[in-house]
Antibody
Framework: EVHLVESGGGLVQPGGSLRLSCVAS????????MNWVRQAPGKGLEWLSY????????YYADSVKGRFTISRDNAANSLYLQMNSLRGEDTAVYYC??????????????????WGQGTLVTVSS | DIQMTQSPSSVSASVGDRVTITCRAS??????LAWYQQKPGKAPKLLIY???SFQSGVPSRFSGSGSGTDFALTISSLQPEDFATYYC?????????FGQGTKLEIK
């Protein structure tokens, strides 16, 4: 069974930094593009960032561009989100999510499945 | 950016009712539209992708339809486990965007 597990969340002061991790099991992460999505308390879902299977193509939402950096270590089956210059409005649950399609198998194109359980980031003084 | 607008924002319904949630994109997105279900405290789960294709294990009472800019998720006969929040999402162009969500509540 495919699982994604995020970690690294916590309480951080405004202007601070955190690095989130997402470890995959039951799949070879290097086969898949990955995404980060967040959800502020009581709010909807906000897509943040995409990284291709090789890491060669990356996209960001304007809200985090220049402050957040997505990366991956395929050997460690892991995805990361480095978050700098954190603000109160970055307070949210952060999810990693897989794009199920690959270069050789157009499985559920454009969809996100599975998602991790989420990790809570709280930015407050 | 492509804006995704869902309606209604919330709906109250009873077990056995038929419910339709709509999602409108600010520009054409071909068939790059997915629907997710989220229950309180849980991660979203994929229900439908490419407008009308079912994720494995999704009950047949769920269906997706639409094209271009206007899409819909229909639940033909509500079951107790269907009360949740539903989101549409476009993956036609980056930045990917979600609708604001529709909360389905028990009447």
């Amino acid at each position: 069974e495919v699982h994604l597990v995020e970690s690294g969340g916590g309480l951080v002061q405004p202007g601070g930094s955190l690095r989130l991790s997402c470890v995959a099991s039951g799949l070879t992460l290097s086969d898949y593009a990955m995404n980060w999505v967040r959800q502020a308390p009581g709010k909807g879902l906000e897509w943040l960032s995409y990284i291709s299977s090789s890491g060669g193509t990356i996209y960001y939402a304007d809200s985090v561009k220049g402050r957040f950096t997505i990366s991956r270590d395929n050997a460690a089956n892991s995805l990361y989100l480095q978050m700098n210059s954190l603000r109160g409005e970055d307070t949210a649950v952060y999810y990693c999510a897989r794009d199920p399609s690959t270069t050789t198998n157009l499985d559920r194109p454009g969809a996100f499945d599975p998602w991790g359980q989420g990790t809570l980031v709280t930015v407050s003084s | 950016d492509i804006q995704m607008t869902q309606s209604p924002s919330s709906v109250s319904a009873s077990v056995g009712d038929r419910v339709t949630i709509t999602c409108r994109a600010s520009q054409g997105i071909d068939t790059w539209l997915a629907w997710y279900q989220q229950k309180p405290g849980k991660a979203p789960k994929l229900l439908i992708y490419t407008v009308s294709s079912f994720q494995s294990g999704v009950p047949s009472r769920f269906s997706g339809s639409g094209s271009g800019t206007d899409f819909a998720l229909t639940i033909s006969s509500l079951q107790p486990e269907d009360f949740a929040t539903y989101y549409c999402q476009q993956s036609y162009r980056f930045p990917y965007t979600f609708g604001q969500g529709t909360k389905l509540e028990i009447k």
